[in-house]
């Protein structure tokens, strides 16, 4: 009876709802959403298409890529569910367990215990796996990611040493 009391508490319920909706998705990653602005004037120069290139490249461009980059971060965390599974490493198999009856026998017993036991070691072994294969995919993604992020930021001073390179070939 005391659990429905506490389900029936509307004050509880309602500061809960509150608290949910007070949340900002944004925050709940690892940079906050950039602010992409079209107003360039804050840049304190003249309209030149070389400066709009790069305050776009160096600084816009940066920023949505590490916005880009802790979004799939996040997301490969909370898809395997890590913390989680590290909370619940020892828990049996789908929470499949036996009990002892009343009627108390050691057959019942020793059966009950090597069928837990069993559970756990199943259950221990697939979350370890299932956590390995989730902290290597954040590696891989880590890897793709700043090999992107380093291309990407180092490309102006590539293209421009790919091009004075083709001049001296002329």
Known sequence: MESMLVFGNT????SLRIKLHKINLYSLTLFPRPYF???INLMNTKRNIVFLYLYWHFIELTQ??????????????????????????FWPYKRYRQ???????????????????FSRIIGFILRLLTIVIGLFVELII??????????????PFILITILMQGIKLI
């Open 64 to 89: 949505f890529l590490i916005y880009v980059w802790s979004n799939i971060i996040f997301f490969i965390w909370h898809y395997f569910t890590i913390y989680g599974l590290l909370k619940t490493l």
């Open 11 to 14: 004050k509880a319920v309602d």
């Open 37 to 39: 602005s079209a107003n």
């Open 99 to 117: 009990y002892i009856s009343k009627p108390f026998s050691f057959g019942q017993f020793f059966e009950t215990i090597v069928f837990n036991t």
């Open 142 to 155: 880590l890897i793709i990611g700043s090999f992107v992020f380093l291309t990407v930021f180092f490309w």
